[in-house]
């Protein structure tokens, strides 16, 4: 154990001591501390408290901002609500189109209110000629006298999408089409674009003006019909009868239909009535079954034809060929696909394709009639209700669509060239709708003259008002859109546009648009002491047959200072956008719109790039 060590003299001094080094020790380490921070600046350049220091910085100032602002985005198309456009052809009573007709001459009603016709244009064949407007830009390339800048160019102005029903024609039918569809080919125009459709889809051929090729495939038009109807069969109903039976409740027609099933199948035994009438029922379901199957078969590929004729630019209109069918099935799809063509701008002419007949009275003369001698009254009624049942669609399409039925005329050929050639003169009277009400309902249309001379006016019978207020950017969307493929020259805005071409080498070539606008005429928004406004430019580049090759939209966005502003209004503005495209003749559609004033400007250009 060691011996403890006593410190007298510290203890009796601690409580003194103590205290005096707590306090030297604490000030040399505030001077150490305060020799290693740095000394702060003089009180004069010390800046104020910031208390912003944690928030967003402040967006530049608005002279700072770009003035013109370029953005390509991808072409999203999808009709004008404030502008209906009717486009009227007038007929004298030979059928003679009746021209030099002018504004005043006009009265247009929508839904039975006299419209003011804001926009009044004449067209013909003759106003489509599109000319070209590109020379070669390569230095030292030939400019021959086929591609040469202002040369007309054929490019297709009209097509006309012809659907064949081959699911109901007979083998009559079509020998008497394939005659005057073959006709009617052969008198295409250069500016023509034909197609050919089957209900069946067993026939195809997509646009084009090569009449060879039209005529290989309108060889191979047949009846095609799944069902097959039998005199014979017990009982001998068609699908006219099973409707009455199926879906409208018809008494009679199950009563008729019973006694017939007694007859053939049980030799007149009243006995088995209740056994009739239920092979009579079955019998009705079994071919209404067939018939709106085939029928909404057929139906789809008019659809498809409809849907392929929307997306060409230009005139269209969709010629159908059919003796007619019942549309106990298709009603709702009969009244959109109306609706549709309406929006498209285009115009369906049906032909009844039995031309001038009678009603068959005994049947089909290849499998005659085997009715009861109690039921032959009611049989023949019913087969003529039926074959003029047939006809109501038809008509619906044309009268819906402005377009004409043709039926009960031996002269087919002459039809098929009034359905589908351009009228020698047409007019096209635009109207803006006062107070439109956003509800969807179908406004009926009437054009009149104020002569009221005894004329054939052809022009559509309504349109559909929107079912919601779109927003601005939907409603650019829709406007665009519909000018791209209208092939209708609008002139709102002062553009004029120009093209080059680079040959890259034989196969590849890059077409440059030029888009000049004239400033001065665009509506600007004068904010933050800037000029603003935003165009939409698109442009759309379709083939000699029509088809959508390329395009592409440009937004600027304008922020203009006066001294910009003023130096434009004198030089313009010119945008470039530029495609890769092959050798080839083609259709450049411009569609300019102000995002400020609403207008549009729509002209055309042909370019010639030789191989």
Not at 369 to 391: C, F, H, I, M, W
């Amino acid at each position: 154990m060691l011996p403890s060590v006593r410190f007298p003299l510290f203890r009796r001094f601690t409580p003194i001591v103590l205290p005096i080094c707590v306090f030297l020790f604490c000030g040399l380490f505030f001077q150490l501390t305060r020799a290693q921070t740095p000394s702060p600046p003089p009180a004069q350049e010390t800046p104020p408290k910031d208390d912003s220091a944690a928030k967003p910085a402040p967006a530049p100032p608005a002279a700072d901002q770009p003035e013109v602002t370029s953005q390509d985005t991808p072409t999203t198309f999808k009709v004008r609500v404030n502008l209906v456009l009717v486009r009227v052809v007038v007929r004298d009573a030979q059928g003679k189109i009746v021209p030099n007709l002018k504004k005043e001459d006009f009265q247009l009603q929508d839904n039975k209110k006299v419209q003011s016709i804001s926009s009044f244009s004449v067209e013909t064949p003759e106003s489509h000629i599109v000319r070209t407007v590109a020379a070669p830009a390569e230095p030292g390339s030939p400019e021959g006298p086929e591609f040469s800048a202002g040369k007309p160019v054929n490019l297709p102005q009209r097509f006309v999408s012809m659907v064949f029903d081959d699911l109901h024609m007979s083998m009559e039918d079509t020998a008497f089409v394939r005659y005057s569809a073959d006709r009617f080919f052969a008198a295409l125009a250069p500016t023509d674009r034909a197609a050919i459709y089957s209900t069946s889809g067993q026939m195809t051929q997509d646009f084009t003006p090569d009449q060879g090729a039209l005529k290989r495939t309108l060889l191979r038009l047949i009846p095609r019909s799944a069902m097959v109807h039998d005199s014979m069969d017990c009982p001998d109903l068609n699908y006219y009868e099973a409707d009455l039976i199926v879906n409208r409740y018809d008494a009679q027609a199950l009563g008729v239909a019973t006694e017939d099933t007694l007859h053939c199948a049980f030799n007149d035994d009243s006995s088995k009535a209740v056994q009739a009438q239920n092979l009579a029922q079955a019998a009705a379901f079994r071919i209404i079954g067939m018939g709106d199957g085939e029928t909404d078969y057929g139906w789809r590929h008019i659809e498809e034809a409809m849907r392929r004729l929307a997306g060409m630019p230009g005139q269209r209109i969709l010629l159908l060929i059919s003796p007619g069918f019942l549309q106990t099935a298709i009603k709702v799809q009969t009244a959109d696909l109306v609706d549709r063509a309406t929006r498209a701008g285009i115009v369906i002419n049906t032909i009844d394709a039995r031309g001038l007949y009678t009603p068959d009275m005994g049947g089909d003369i290849a499998s005659p009639a085997n009715d009861s001698p109690l039921t032959a009254g009611y049989k023949t009624t019913y087969r003529v209700a039926a074959q003029l049942a047939q006809e109501d669609v038809l008509a619906q399409l044309a009268d819906g669509t402005g377009g004409i039925f043709y039926h009960n005329r031996n002269d087919l050929d002459e039809a098929m060239r009034e359905a589908g050639a351009a009228p020698a003169v047409s007019y096209l009277l635009g109207f803006s709708p006062q107070n439109l009400k956003i509800d969807g309902r179908f406004h009926t249309l009437k054009v009149t003259l104020a002569s009221k001379e005894k004329l054939n006016i052809q022009a559509r019978r309504g349109y559909f008002a929107p079912r919601s207020l779109a927003d601005p950017d939907e409603t650019s969307k829709e406007e665009i859109q519909e000018a791209l493929f209208s092939q209708e020259e609008i002139s709102e805005l002062p553009v004029d546009f120009q093209t080059q071409f680079f040959k890259k080498d034989q196969a590849a070539s890059r077409l440059a648009v030029l888009t000049h606008l004239d400033v001065k005429s665009i509506h600007f928004r004068k904010a933050e002491g800037r000029n603003n406004d935003k165009l939409t430019i698109v442009t759309g580049i379709f083939d000699e047959n029509g088809n959508f090759v390329t395009g592409g939209q440009k937004t600027l966005e304008m922020k203009l200072r006066d001294a910009t502003y003023s130096r434009l209004t004198r030089s313009g503005l010119t945008v470039k956008s530029s495609y890769d495209v092959k050798p080839g003749r083609y259709l450049v559609r411009l569609v300019v719109r102000d995002g400020e004033g609403s207008q549009m400007a729509a002209p055309n250009g042909a370019v010639v790039i030789p191989d």
